[in-house]
């Protein structure tokens, strides 16, 4: 398959954006969801910050606090031995059942402009930024679906009590409404599908299970976007492939005449982030009729392959005009990149059921 990655990516690094806090680095500008509005074409960023620590035997660990307003600094030391720092993410506890301690950055939501989807200016402030309890350790992953004149954001809101999905919508990128979160923990990886199917919306959504199964895809659906019913699972891992350690839905889900296409990532045990695709039934999403044997994208350039977490393409919105498939991915925890993917050979690549 030919895949066409922009000049110009990637297209947004930490360096573009300002830090919001002071004292703090930006070291991600990644995962954006994507929006079309007016003429402008709009990329949520999720910007990770990380405190600058004034000692190398000391690492602070952000933490948002609703009742100041503010992010408290926890101070760990790097010899205390019930601490793990080996992955970049997250300060692990090992004398705690759950493993996790603290993640190492904070994130929140920015917007970044653009006319022709390759040069974009970020806004100097957050758009969606932590603001109660159950998003103290950050907000992250935006997916953006648009249904009439309004614009639904959702993403992962986490904090001590697990990840859950939260939403908040927009008619203009400015005034927020927030609704609360929609898939309660652990679930991340939620993409609502632009329109009605049937009378009912729906939504790939990804609990990580602790006891019996694995992350996975699964479906619901709702009458209102708030309350989601009748979950079904969707899509599993596969051993030996490049999706055997977890998959989680991409980009929200658009309309083409074969059925509806996702394009969701999967990651090996190893950590390595690949896009494939997954073809849903037109009239029935909860019935997949193909999916890739192969990667659509993989993480081969410099720029995906290098950085805060490597070897990982993560995409949470494309934007589709005719045949092209302008996918806008995260590059290694880092960075915003886009490759345009030709429709139809996507859909030649899938292997059908
Ligand atoms: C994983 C990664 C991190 C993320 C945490 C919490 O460790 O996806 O990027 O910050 O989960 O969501």
């Known amino acids: 398959m030919k895949t066409y990655r922009y000049e110009q990516n990637p297209l947004i690094t930490p ?3 300002k830090p919001f806090h002071e004292g703090f680095d930006v070291i991600g500008a990644f995962n954006a969801g994507v929006a079309v509005y007016g003429d402008e074409i709009l990329m949520l960023l999720r910007v990770a910050e990380r405190p600058i620590s004034p000692d190398p035997d000391l690492v602070l660990a952000p933490v948002f606090n609703p009742d100041r307003g503010a992010v408290d600094l926890v101070e760990i030391r790097k010899d205390d031995v ?41 806004d100097d402030q957050p758009f969606v930024y932590p603001s109660q309890q159950l998003e103290s350790f950050g907000i992250e992953d935006p997916r953006v679906t648009q249904i009439g004149d309004t614009y639904y954001i959702y993403f992962s809101a986490v904090s001590p009590v ?5 939403m908040v919508s927009t008619k203009d990128f400015v005034s927020v409404v927030h609704h609360g979160m929609i898939f309660g923990p652990d679930n991340k990886d939620v993409l609502i599908f632009p ?5 009912k919306y729906y939504a790939l959504h990804r ?15 709702s009458d209102n976007l708030l309350y989601w019913g009748n979950h079904k699972h969707l899509a599993g891992l596969r051993e030996g492939m490049w999706d055997s350690g977890r998959i989680g839905g991409g980009a929200v889900p658009f309309r083409t005449e074969k059925g509806w296409l996702e394009l969701y990532h999967g990651a ?66 880092t960075s915003m990149a886009c490759a345009e993917l030709s429709l139809q050979e996507i859909l030649d690549s899938l292997v059908y059921l």
């Open 15 to 17: 360096k573009d954006v």
């Open 82 to 122: 019930r601490y793990d720092f080996s992955d970049p993410r997250v300060i692990r506890d090992v004398t705690v059942t759950s493993g996790f301690a603290y993640l190492t950055s904070l994130s929140y939501i920015r917007i970044a402009r653009s006319r022709d989807g390759r040069h974009f200016t970020v």
């Open 162 to 166: 697990g990840i859950g999905e939260s």
């Open 195 to 199: 329109e009605k199917v049937n009378g």
């Open 207 to 221: 609990p990580t299970v602790k006891s019996i199964g694995y992350p996975e895809i699964w479906i619901a659906e």
């Open 268 to 333: 090996t045990k190893e950590h390595r982030y690949c896009m494939g695709a997954l073809l849903l039934d037109l009239d029935d999403p909860s019935k997949v009729i193909a999916r890739s044997g192969v990667p659509v994208l993989e993480p081969v350039a410099d720029y995906e392959r290098n950085g805060f977490f490597g070897d990982v393409v993560f995409s949470c919105g494309a934007i589709v005009e005719g045949d092209t498939v302008k996918m806008y991915y995260g590059v290694a925890d």
